[in-house]
């Protein structure tokens, strides 16, 4: 592993350290201020001013390295800022000054204490009286480490990429206050956060591949959760009638710019409310998010502008036929609409059913225009397994989806309390995974059973943090918002 040229040189100093009785993994540190606040304190300081008085102790990696004889600049950063640092022999003594010359290097940690100066550049910066190194880097930075080339690597490698770019560091600042925000915003509601098993005996809440693994000591198979959907509801039953958890998912399924194997969800329920209550709910989220990230209501998001004042909520059936450009004759007829997919090369496979052939034909027609925030609504009964029908049209559900920039946002829908047709509705779902439709959902009757208890009126609705930070930081892929996504292996030859 460490057989590379540049590392043994640096494993050599490593070992120059240890011959002048330093240790290359101090853990003794000292530290007065980090870099920022060292930076705010003394910005009054004006050019050629130093304040010998006012003695600090700051840690940094180091950055940059510019040596001119018996002097030298360096740059250290820790997690708040970038600060200069000047070292000289005269001020360090001449040992320590050839020590730093010949074994401190870009990617070292260094404890520096000093006064601060500015320079002829008007930089504020620390002059050094002494230092010691904490932490000896044997493997080195990349001197270049942005563009396509290195993009994998940039995944795979987090650790460097964090080290070598700043603005990754932000995005996911940005993650952390975007949880943050959607916690404060559902507790001052009255909220409660709720943690649900990771482990299922039955995979279930929602329609997609689980991961299988094994409970040696119960010798019974268990599903990484696909959602927490019927374990949230079930709370709902026992009496808790605002609940909401922001956790993982896992969904064996393919990977792209949207998709990770593993994701974050945020998913709530609300007793005594419905559907349409969500979508006003979750407009104004958007509008404290916004508000937090001191974002304007129309932001950029790749090759496109998101307009927040231009949200829409459009009918399932009125969007194929208004955005996606089909025909009511289409729309309306199973084998019209399955010899359309046909030809356009969609592959059916599974229980065809009449709402199967409608979710295709928006997957195709629909999904990708919908730029602007956009609430569909009235979804299919068939592709609706967990939500309530519709009073006036049993066919549909009271359901939704927002889309923005062409993704899928949200889901939520006024939830099925009905016992008995749930308990139709899992049959269902069973007869299509025996048709093939590895997707479907497996028959849940501890859940059956939970609701015939009685669940009051309930909505419920889930929100995927991970296309959410995409949107709201213009990020690419999902792989710019996940700190270590999944990968494919590497070969045999290659090293990570």
Request: charged share 25%; aromatic share 10%; proline share 4%.
């Given at each position: 592993?460490?057989?590379?040229?540049?590392?043994?040189?640096?494993?050599?100093?490593?070992?120059?350290?240890?011959?002048?009785?330093?240790?290359?993994?101090?853990?003794?540190?000292?530290?007065?201020?980090?870099?920022?606040?060292?930076?705010?304190?003394?910005?009054?300081?004006?050019?050629?001013?130093?304040?010998?008085?006012?003695?600090?102790?700051?840690?940094?990696?180091?950055?940059?390295?510019?040596?001119?004889?018996?002097?030298?600049?360096?740059?250290?950063?820790?997690?708040?800022?970038?600060?200069?640092?000047?070292?000289?022999?005269?001020?360090?003594?001449?040992?320590?000054?050839?020590?730093?010359?010949?074994?401190?290097?870009?990617?070292?940690?260094?404890?520096?204490?000093?006064?601060?100066?500015?320079?002829?550049?008007?930089?504020?910066?620390?002059?050094?009286?002494?230092?010691?190194?904490?932490?000896?880097?044997?493997?080195?930075?990349?001197?270049?480490?942005?563009?396509?080339?290195?993009?994998?690597?940039?995944?795979?490698?987090?650790?460097?990429?964090?080290?070598?770019?700043?603005?990754?560091?932000?995005?996911?600042?940005?993650?952390?206050?975007?949880?943050?925000?959607?916690?404060?915003?559902?507790?001052?509601?009255?909220?409660?956060?709720?943690?649900?098993?990771?482990?299922?005996?039955?995979?279930?809440?929602?329609?997609?591949?689980?991961?299988?693994?094994?409970?040696?000591?119960?010798?019974?198979?268990?599903?990484?959760?696909?959602?927490?959907?019927?374990?949230?509801?079930?709370?709902?039953?026992?009496?808790?009638?605002?609940?909401?958890?922001?956790?993982?998912?896992?969904?064996?399924?393919?990977?792209?710019?949207?998709?990770?194997?593993?994701?974050?969800?945020?998913?709530?329920?609300?007793?005594?409310?419905?559907?349409?209550?969500?979508?006003?709910?979750?407009?104004?989220?958007?509008?404290?998010?916004?508000?937090?990230?001191?974002?304007?209501?129309?932001?950029?998001?790749?090759?496109?502008?998101?307009?927040?004042?231009?949200?829409?909520?459009?009918?399932?059936?009125?969007?194929?036929?208004?955005?996606?450009?089909?025909?009511?004759?289409?729309?309306?007829?199973?084998?019209?609409?399955?010899?359309?997919?046909?030809?356009?090369?969609?592959?059916?496979?599974?229980?065809?059913?009449?709402?199967?052939?409608?979710?295709?034909?928006?997957?195709?027609?629909?999904?990708?225009?919908?730029?602007?925030?956009?609430?569909?609504?009235?979804?299919?009964?068939?592709?609706?397994?967990?939500?309530?029908?519709?009073?006036?049209?049993?066919?549909?559900?009271?359901?939704?989806?927002?889309?923005?920039?062409?993704?899928?946002?949200?889901?939520?829908?006024?939830?099925?309390?009905?016992?008995?047709?749930q308990y139709q509705r899992f049959e269902e779902q069973a007869k299509a995974k025996e048709h093939g439709d590895e997707e479907a959902q497996f028959m849940d009757n501890d859940y059956v059973w939970a609701l015939g208890h009685g669940m009051p009126p309930t909505a419920g609705e889930g929100i995927g943090i991970d296309r959410l930070v995409m949107l709201l930081t213009n990020a690419r892929s999902i792989k710019d918002v996940i700190f270590f996504p999944a990968?494919?292996?590497?070969?045999?030859?290659?090293?990570?």
């Amino acid at each position: 592993m460490f057989e590379n040229a540049y590392i043994q040189q640096r494993l050599q100093k490593a070992d120059q350290l240890r011959a002048h009785a330093l240790n290359p993994y101090e853990n003794r540190v000292t530290r007065s201020l980090n870099n920022a606040q060292f930076l705010q304190s003394f910005s009054a300081l004006g050019e050629g001013q130093k304040d010998t008085k006012s003695t600090h102790a700051l840690v940094g990696r180091v950055k940059f390295v510019r040596l001119m004889g018996k002097a030298c600049f360096i740059k250290i950063e820790d997690q708040s800022a970038l600060l200069q640092v000047y070292l000289s022999q005269n001020d360090l003594g001449k040992d320590a000054f050839d020590i730093f010359k010949k074994c401190v290097e870009v990617g070292d940690i260094l404890n520096v204490v000093g006064y601060p100066f500015v320079t002829k550049t008007k930089e504020l910066s620390l002059h050094a009286l002494s230092y010691k190194v904490l932490t000896k880097a044997i493997v080195p930075l990349p001197e270049k480490f942005h563009g396509l080339s290195d993009i994998e690597l940039r995944y795979r490698q987090r650790y460097v990429d964090l080290i070598a770019n700043p603005d990754v560091k932000e995005v996911f600042k940005t993650r952390s206050q975007i949880v943050a925000t959607i916690r404060h915003f559902f507790e001052k509601r009255g909220f409660l956060e709720v943690e649900t098993p990771m482990m299922h005996p039955i995979a279930g809440g929602a329609n997609a591949r689980p991961f299988v693994t094994y409970h040696n000591a119960l010798e019974v198979e268990r599903y990484l959760r696909i959602a927490p959907e019927l374990y949230l509801k079930r709370l709902v039953v026992g009496g808790f009638e605002a609940v909401f958890e922001i956790n993982r998912n896992f969904r064996n399924e393919g990977m792209d710019h949207s998709h990770n194997p593993e994701f974050t969800m945020l998913e709530f329920y609300w007793a005594y409310k419905t559907y349409e209550d969500l979508i006003a709910l979750t407009q104004e989220l958007f509008k404290e998010l916004l508000q937090a990230l001191n974002l304007p209501s129309q932001i950029p998001y790749q090759e496109h502008t998101i307009d927040f004042n231009a949200i829409r909520v459009v009918r399932f059936k009125q969007a194929l036929m208004e955005i996606g450009g089909l025909e009511t004759g289409v729309v309306e007829d199973s084998a019209a609409l399955q010899a359309f997919l046909e030809q356009q090369g969609v592959k059916l496979e599974g229980l065809i059913t009449h709402g199967k052939l409608l979710a295709e034909a928006f997957d195709l027609c629909v999904e990708s225009r919908l730029i602007n925030p956009t609430f569909i609504t009235e979804y299919p009964i068939e592709i609706s397994p967990l939500a309530r029908r519709s009073d006036t049209h049993p066919h549909i559900a009271d359901r939704f989806e927002l889309f923005v920039a062409g993704k899928e946002i949200a889901n939520g829908f006024s939830e099925l309390n009905d016992p008995l047709d749930q308990y139709q509705r899992f049959e269902e779902q069973a007869k299509a995974k025996e048709h093939g439709d590895e997707e479907a959902q497996f028959m849940d009757n501890d859940y059956v059973w939970a609701l015939g208890h009685g669940m009051p009126p309930t909505a419920g609705e889930g929100i995927g943090i991970d296309r959410l930070v995409m949107l709201l930081t213009n990020a690419r892929s999902i792989k710019d918002v996940i700190f270590f996504p999944a990968m494919k292996p590497l070969k045999s030859n290659q090293s990570e």
